[in-house]
């Protein structure tokens, strides 16, 4: 299983990093979700993987990690929020300059140049 | 009874700018002038709670604010020192500055400036004040969520892409954050700072390279905050084109990113950090090199005004970082002098901007000639104050903060790099600011007539002028500011009396409430 989730978690994280390079603010979109994706299972790994462990409320011996499921738990209200803002800010950005360019517009630097 | 009252003021900074952020949207979301009314007060409190921390903390016992009251290391703490109330105290005054300046009118360019404003600030009082690592993210993302939305105010399509560029580069950073937090809490199954400086130096050394991944990704992040050179890109586009009391405001954004560094790296990672004590220190002079070698040229280059304005604060950053790199208490010092005063010059230089540039119509702030511009004699001594602090020249505080890098760095090993450097680079900035102040004030064609000579409003320009007396305040009141800030650097280098803060000396857990 470690080597399973430990794959997955550079796999996703290498494809997001691919996207992220890339010129045109979709890509870019993805790739942000898709590393979001990679940290937040990453994150449950943090707590060590076990399968079938009773919550913390029991008494037992051996018990799940609460704190990553909280750390995750917040990454991901985080992460969706700011996916829905970049969303949002490239969909305007593309609307109003007729353009998915991630590029910030040059003829905007060069307009006052006399 | 008392002594518990007085702590529970600490966790105040970050309740009232989230309670009057949340009272403006939901009472006010219309009502421009309630909104003013309301944030300006709240600013003023603020500032007042910053006082009376700042005063509290003096006398150099720290206080941990136990939220819900769990002891720590199970629930989150918040902390005041020294140095959380020296950067509290900047921030609340910065706020209330750049506040006035924006009631002139820049508020009233997008909707919701005010609340904004002051989530920005709940999100920087929080990451001053948390003891806790993950509660540090979550502060740092409130105060980033809210600087997206306030960069964006008044929208345009140059700053729709400079926002999209902005927000993606801090979503990158927000990863490799929580990358570092899970390996920092898989090593040592804990966030707190305090319990974390306890346990560094216990970890088996099998496990030493993952910490230190951890801790270096650490390093990166908040490297990405405080535009080191080469991971500066993000800085110069999002400051020239955010709006100016916004820019401002950002102002102090850089430095949390080397507050963090000063309170992780000599809190967590410092010298009884065991195997990995001071490991990222090596790494910081030659970025801070660097960086004030690029924000130099850059300087230089600018063909704008605001260009000006964004490359002084790289080139402040990297000055600031020459004197953090030391990690002693004579590079603490001055790296908390220069803070607060590249904070001050660099806010004001903005502010500064933004009146010249509203005055010359067309051009606005690129460096060619123009129409001459209304109040020049005020509008051109305030820049030429300014620009001397930014510099460095006397008499302003840029001069002693520059002598203190210099003094502090004497002894060290690089000295005649970095003297060279530094005064090379200051050499630079005045000819840059020079031929910007002569472009603008004397290079003038034409006559200005209309609305644009007739701009007279007092508030913007008093807040300028605000933050340049503060900085004159810092020169002549060098002596007790220094000795306050050698207060503040030692007790930011002796983890103890954190760690006793907020471990040791709590009141023995009890049940609460049931």
Do not use: C
């Amino acid at each position: 299983m470690e080597l399973l989730v430990a794959s997955a978690i550079g796999l996703i994280t290498a494809v997001g990093v691919y996207l992220i390079l890339q010129q045109w603010t979709f890509p870019i979109v993805v790739g942000l979700t898709l590393l979001s994706y990679a940290v937040n299972i990453f994150l449950f790994a943090a707590g060590r993987l076990a399968v079938n462990q009773p919550p913390i409320l029991t008494g037992a011996d051996a018990y799940a990690d609460p704190l990553p499921q909280a750390l995750v738990l917040t990454a991901i209200v985080i992460s969706f929020g700011m996916t829905a803002l970049i969303v949002v800010l490239a969909l305007r950005g593309f609307l109003e300059t007729e353009t998915d360019s991630a590029d910030i517009p040059p003829d905007d630097l060069k307009a006052d140049k006399r | 009874m008392t002594a518990g009252f007085t702590t529970d003021w600490v966790i105040a900074p970050a309740i009232l700018p989230a309670m009057t952020a949340a009272l403006l949207i939901v009472a006010w979301r219309r009502d421009i002038q309630m909104q003013r009314i309301v944030s300006v007060i709240s600013a003023v409190a603020l500032l007042g709670i910053a006082l009376f921390l700042f005063d509290l903390a003096s006398d150099g016992t720290v206080r941990a604010y136990r939220v819900g009251a769990w002891p720590a290391p199970f629930g989150i703490v918040l902390v005041l020192d020294r140095l959380s109330a020296l950067m509290l105290l900047l921030a609340a005054g910065l706020a209330l500055t750049v506040l006035v300046y924006a009631l002139a009118g820049w508020d009233k360019r997008g909707r919701h400036f005010h609340a904004l404003f002051h989530f920005q600030l709940l999100g920087l009082n929080g990451a001053f004040l948390t003891g806790d690592i993950f509660n540090l993210f979550v502060f740092f993302e409130v105060m980033l969520i809210a600087s997206y939305g306030l960069m964006l105010h008044g929208a345009g399509a140059r700053r729709l892409r400079a926002g999209f560029q902005y927000v993606a580069i801090n979503l990158v950073a927000s990863t490799l954050f929580l990358i570092a937090v899970g390996l920092i809490y898989g090593i040592t199954g804990t966030l707190n700072m305090a319990d974390l400086a306890q346990k560094v130096p216990q970890v088996t050394a099998g496990n030493e390279a993952l910490l230190k991944t951890g801790a270096i990704l650490l390093f990166l992040v908040f490297a990405i905050k405080a535009a080191f050179v080469p991971l500066h890109w993000w800085l110069p586009a999002t400051y020239a084109a955010a709006s100016a009391p916004v820019a401002a405001l950002f102002a102090i954004m850089t430095k949390v990113g080397a507050y963090a560094i000063i309170r992780i790296f000599g809190t967590i990672f410092g010298d009884g950090a065991g195997a990995l004590a001071n490991m990222v220190i090596p790494w910081i002079l030659p970025a801070a090199l660097l960086t004030l070698a690029v924000g130099t040229i850059g300087l230089l280059a600018s063909r704008r005004l605001l260009d000006l304005a964004a490359f002084s604060i790289v080139a402040s950053m990297g000055t600031l970082l020459i004197a953090i790199s030391l990690f002693d208490v004579d590079g603490l010092t001055t790296a908390l002098y220069y803070l607060v005063h590249s904070t001050l010059t660099g806010a004001a230089l903005f502010l500064i901007v933004d009146l010249i540039s509203e005055r010359r119509g067309e051009t606005l702030d690129w460096l060619v000639p123009a129409n001459p511009i209304s109040q020049a004699p005020i509008l051109g001594t305030l820049f030429f104050l300014i620009a001397l602090g930014v510099v460095g020249l006397p008499p302003l505080s840029g001069f002693i903060g520059k002598l203190m890098v210099l003094d502090a760095t004497y002894e060290t090993r690089h000295v005649w790099l970095i003297w060279a450097l530094v005064l090379v680079s200051s050499l630079m900035m005045t000819i840059s600011f020079a031929r910007a102040g002569s472009v603008v004030f004397w290079k003038i064609d034409g006559r200005t007539t209309g609305a644009t000579w007739a701009t007279a409003a007092i508030a913007p320009m008093a807040a300028v002028a605000v933050l340049v007396t503060a900085s004159a305040a810092l020169s002549v009141f060098a002596g007790p500011a220094v000795e306050v800030f050698h207060a503040t650097a030692v007790q930011a280098l002796d983890p103890a009396g954190y760690i006793d803060a907020v471990l040791t000396s709590q009141p023995a857990a009890q049940p609460t409430g049931q």
